[in-house]
């Protein structure tokens, strides 16, 4: 064996592999665990068996837990077990890493909770009695840490958290400020609805702590504009300007203390200093650590917490099955006052979690190349909550029943694969692209400037595939395949900006679809009737629509629709449908432009395009008509374009430069019917 390898010697220590004499084995491994770091031992390797670990006699006992040390790796085997004693606390952990614990690997073995055999009754002085901080590693503020392949299981809180700790601060208060701002060179300058920290006592650096921790946040503002932010301003012990941080967010905004800075200066978004309190703090969170290839499953409250955290790596891991108490998740970014940056999610498998993954705060994701099932009632897959900020990817996973909801702005979702589930897009410029939908659905359009490029949409009558909210969104090449079984295949307002290019929509029921609002470019329509019904601007250009019986319906149900057709294809396959292949009850305005309308296959006596319902005659609903520069073509002798119940007081509609075949014109009389030919063939 290597002599950089420590293997614990039980009986010198006073450590059990039996599970059993839980004390004398939690302090025998601390004691060692010193004694080899002391002794340039740079892993520890814990002997096959079961080690009970006491279970203390406070809340989080830091004596009823082992305590890692700093430039070691614990090893331990696949039969190696590190077990909670049963116990009442609602605060505990198994394996500890603190502030200082640095280039640590943990790798293999078996860390379990007691979930199965714990009390739940007791309630501490201090806590929630909801006994949900009951973790199997801890991780505070530590840096180059490796957590390898291990099982972590049944634990009341979480497999696994990563957090930060405080380390020093003070308020600065009313009586610390003064009204006014400060310019980009440092200079204290008079700025309405600002104010001023104006003494050194409370605002320099000479606290030893910040020779090492060169930090400054801000939190729990009072007196301060809502949804404001922090500017920091630097100093050299002469009063020389250093630097300046602008914009800082409250809470998990950080400021990095420059090189010679002696004091600082914050600036606040307040209309005077009266009742403006914030406490100014300096933190230590984790740093570059390693989670991979575990098993983490069967906990109450997380699989993986991160509550003050920067660059994390979640690799290969299987996390299961968490659920119990909330929030229960499978991953759960929400570092509250502590920053929670730079994770990545890549290669895992999700199953059976409450929910899967939640980024409710911090800056910047990547969540790539995992899986996600899920079966359970009321389920979450991935959330990403508005609080969220940065760069965010969603990329190369596959979501089987675990939905995707994005809530933050700027987050782009590419090359995933969707079945049985819904996704959400929610805030503002969000871009999904390159994906596969199979009996899930897409909801976009509930925020600006969203955009879906190069989807595969198709389902068997689960739920409807697209849901248009009545923000402005631009969709290219998404392809709706279904068999709708009357479920429909497209929902919602849509916007007059919404931009449609290259939608196909194909359905083999032909039970219709609903038409959102928006110009639709080089679209295909196989779906049976398109439907629209609301107010707003409705363009088909250079568009190919198919149907059985009936190809488009337009009326004023929720307010008089404007629609414009052109050079566009139109073809009915079977008989006309009720009413008309075309048929228009209610708009502010329609127009058939230079485009082909066909029914051969057609043998009923049912107009193409009919304007105005049937029945007695009733004031018109359609206010404004031009039929233009089209052919038509039938099998046999019907009504081509027919306006002749348009309404009592309809307008002139303008029929014109038509070419019919087999087809011929019923029109009102006031109509304007100019150079329209009717052939026979």
């Given at each position: 064996?290597?002599?950089?390898?420590?293997?614990?010697?039980?009986?010198?220590?006073?450590?059990?592999?039996?599970?059993?004499?839980?004390?004398?084995?939690?302090?025998?491994?601390?004691?060692?665990?010193?004694?080899?770091?002391?002794?340039?031992?740079?892993?520890?390797?814990?002997?096959?068996?079961?080690?009970?670990?006491?279970?203390?006699?406070?809340?989080?006992?830091?004596?009823?837990?082992?305590?890692?040390?700093?430039?070691?790796?614990?090893?331990?085997?696949?039969?190696?077990?590190?077990?909670?004693?049963?116990?009442?606390?609602?605060?505990?952990?198994?394996?500890?890493?603190?502030?200082?614990?640095?280039?640590?690997?943990?790798?293999?073995?078996?860390?379990?909770?007691?979930?199965?055999?714990?009390?739940?009754?007791?309630?501490?002085?201090?806590?929630?009695?909801?006994?949900?901080?009951?973790?199997?590693?801890?991780?505070?503020?530590?840096?180059?840490?490796?957590?390898?392949?291990?099982?972590?299981?049944?634990?009341?809180?979480?497999?696994?958290?990563?957090?930060?700790?405080?380390?020093?601060?003070?308020?600065?208060?009313?009586?610390?400020?003064?009204?006014?701002?400060?310019?980009?060179?440092?200079?204290?300058?008079?700025?309405?609805?600002?104010?001023?920290?104006?003494?050194?006592?409370?605002?320099?650096?000479?606290?030893?702590?910040?020779?090492?921790?060169?930090?400054?946040?801000?939190?729990?503002?009072?007196?301060?504009?809502?949804?404001?932010?922090?500017?920091?301003?630097?100093?050299?012990?002469?009063?020389?300007?250093?630097?300046?941080?602008?914009?800082?967010?409250?809470?998990?905004?950080?400021?990095?203390?420059?090189?010679?800075?002696?004091?600082?200066?914050?600036?606040?978004?307040?209309?005077?200093?009266?009742?403006?309190?914030?406490?100014?703090?300096?933190?230590?969170?984790?740093?570059?650590?390693?989670?991979?290839?575990?098993?983490?499953?069967?906990?109450?409250?997380?699989?993986?917490?991160?509550?003050?955290?920067?660059?994390?790596?979640?690799?290969?891991?299987?996390?299961?099955?968490?659920?119990?108490?909330?929030?229960?998740?499978?991953?759960?970014?929400?570092?509250?006052?502590?920053?929670?940056?730079?994770?990545?999610?890549?290669?895992?498998?999700?199953?059976?979690?409450?929910?899967?993954i939640v980024l409710a705060y911090g800056e910047n994701a990547l969540i790539e190349g995992n899986t996600l099932n899920q079966?359970?009632?009321?389920?979450?897959?991935?959330?990403?909550?508005?609080?969220?900020?940065?760069?965010?990817?969603?990329?190369?996973?596959?979501?089987?029943?675990?939905?995707?909801?994005?809530?933050?702005?700027?987050?782009?979702?590419?090359?995933?694969?969707?079945?049985?589930?819904?996704?959400?897009?929610?805030?503002?410029?969000?871009?999904?692209?390159?994906?596969?939908?199979?009996?899930?659905?897409?909801?976009?359009?509930?925020?600006?400037?969203?955009?879906?490029?190069?989807?595969?949409?198709?389902?068997?009558?689960?739920?409807?595939?697209?849901?248009?909210?009545?923000?402005?969104?631009?969709?290219?090449?998404?392809?709706?395949?279904?068999?709708?079984?009357?479920?429909?295949?497209?929902?919602?307002?849509?916007?007059?900006?919404?931009?449609?290019?290259?939608?196909?929509?194909?359905?083999?029921?032909?039970?219709?679809?609903?038409?959102?609002?928006?110009?639709?470019?080089?679209?295909?329509?196989?779906?049976?009737?398109?439907?629209?019904?609301?107010?707003?601007?409705?363009?088909?250009?250079?568009?190919?629509?198919?149907?059985?019986?009936?190809?488009?319906?337009?009326?004023?149900?929720?307010?008089?629709?404007?629609?414009?057709?052109?050079?566009?294809?139109?073809?009915?396959?079977?008989?006309?449908?009720?009413?008309?292949?075309?048929?228009?009850?209610?708009?502010?305005?329609?127009?058939?432009?230079?485009?082909?309308?066909?029914?051969?296959?057609?043998?009923?006596?049912?107009?193409?395009?009919?304007?105005?319902?049937?029945?007695?005659?009733?004031?018109?609903?359609?206010?404004?008509?031009?039929?233009?520069?089209?052919?038509?073509?039938?099998?046999?002798?019907?009504?081509?374009?027919?306006?002749?119940?348009?309404?009592?007081?309809?307008?002139?509609?303008?029929?014109?430069?038509?070419?019919?075949?087999?087809?011929?014109?019923?029109?009102?009389?006031?109509?304007?019917?100019?150079?329209?030919?009717?052939?026979?063939?």
């Open positions: 064996m290597n002599s950089s390898v420590y293997e614990l010697e039980l009986s010198r220590w006073g450590v059990y592999n039996n599970g059993s004499h839980p004390i004398e084995t939690t302090k025998g491994i601390n004691a060692a665990l010193v004694w080899a770091k002391d002794n340039g031992f740079k892993t520890f390797k814990i002997p096959d068996g079961t080690y009970l670990i006491a279970k203390g006699t406070q809340q989080g006992d830091p004596e009823s837990r082992i305590n890692m040390v700093s430039d070691m790796d614990l090893l331990l085997s696949d039969k190696t077990i590190l077990r909670k004693e049963s116990n009442e606390f609602e605060m505990y952990s198994v394996l500890y890493l603190g502030v200082e614990v640095k280039n640590v690997t943990i790798k293999g073995g078996t860390v379990q909770g007691d979930r199965d055999t714990h009390d739940y009754s007791k309630k501490g002085a201090h806590t929630a009695g909801t006994h949900e901080w009951g973790y199997g590693i801890e991780l505070v503020g530590v840096k180059n840490v490796v957590v390898d392949g291990v099982k972590l299981e049944k634990f009341t809180g979480d497999g696994l958290i990563v957090s930060g700790t405080t380390i020093t601060g003070t308020y600065i208060t009313e009586s610390q400020l003064e009204s006014g701002g400060i310019d980009d060179n440092g200079n204290p300058i008079a700025k309405a609805g600002k104010v001023r920290s104006n003494s050194r006592s409370v605002t320099n650096f000479d606290n030893p702590v910040y020779q090492k921790y060169r930090n400054i946040y801000f939190w729990f503002p009072e007196g301060v504009t809502p949804d404001s932010t922090v500017d920091v301003y630097y100093y050299r012990k002469d009063g020389s300007f250093i630097k300046t941080d602008k914009d800082l967010r409250y809470f998990n905004g950080e400021s990095i203390i420059p090189t010679g800075a002696d004091y600082f200066r914050a600036v606040f978004d307040a209309p005077s200093t009266k009742g403006v309190k914030v406490n100014r703090m300096t933190v230590d969170i984790s740093k570059h650590v390693t989670i991979k290839n575990c098993d983490i499953g069967y906990n109450r409250r997380q699989g993986i917490s991160l509550v003050g955290s920067d660059s994390v790596e979640i690799l290969q891991n299987h996390i299961h099955h968490t659920s119990g108490t909330a929030p229960q998740s499978g991953i759960d970014i929400e570092p509250g006052f502590y920053p929670g940056n730079n994770t990545v999610i890549k290669w895992n498998k999700f199953a059976e979690n409450k929910i899967q079966t359970i009632d009321g389920g979450v897959g991935v959330h990403v909550h508005e609080g969220f900020r940065g760069d965010i990817y969603v990329n190369k996973n596959r979501f089987n029943g675990s939905g995707l909801t994005l809530k933050a702005d700027n987050i782009t979702s590419n090359q995933n694969t969707f079945l049985n589930c819904q996704v959400s897009l929610q805030g503002k410029n969000n871009i999904i692209s390159n994906s596969k939908f199979m009996d899930a659905s897409l909801a976009i359009g509930n925020a600006e400037n969203q955009k879906a490029v190069n989807l595969s949409i198709q389902h068997n009558g689960v739920r409807s595939s697209l849901y248009l909210g009545d923000q402005s969104v631009h969709l290219k090449n998404v392809h709706i395949k279904a068999k709708s079984n009357g479920k429909g295949l497209i929902s919602g307002v849509g916007n007059n900006n919404n931009v449609y290019e290259g939608i196909s929509v194909e359905d083999s029921d032909q039970k219709g679809t609903l038409l959102p609002a928006g110009a639709y470019h080089q679209s295909f329509f196989d779906a049976g009737c398109l439907t629209i019904n609301r107010v707003g601007r409705y363009e088909l250009n250079d568009c190919i629509i198919k149907s059985t019986g009936n190809l488009l319906s337009v009326n004023s149900t929720y307010g008089k629709p404007d629609v414009i057709v052109s050079r566009s294809n139109l073809e009915i396959t079977e008989n006309i449908g009720y009413g008309a292949a075309i048929y228009i009850l209610g708009a502010g305005g329609f127009e058939l432009l230079n485009s082909i309308l066909i029914a051969q296959n057609n043998t009923i006596n049912t107009p193409l395009i009919k304007i105005g319902p049937y029945g007695y005659p009733l004031p018109t609903k359609v206010f404004t008509a031009s039929i233009k520069e089209n052919v038509i073509i039938t099998k046999i002798n019907i009504s081509g374009i027919d306006t002749s119940n348009a309404g009592t007081d309809a307008p002139p509609y303008l029929i014109e430069n038509n070419t019919l075949y087999n087809a011929k014109l019923s029109l009102k009389t006031n109509d304007i019917n100019q150079n329209n030919q009717r052939l026979t063939e």
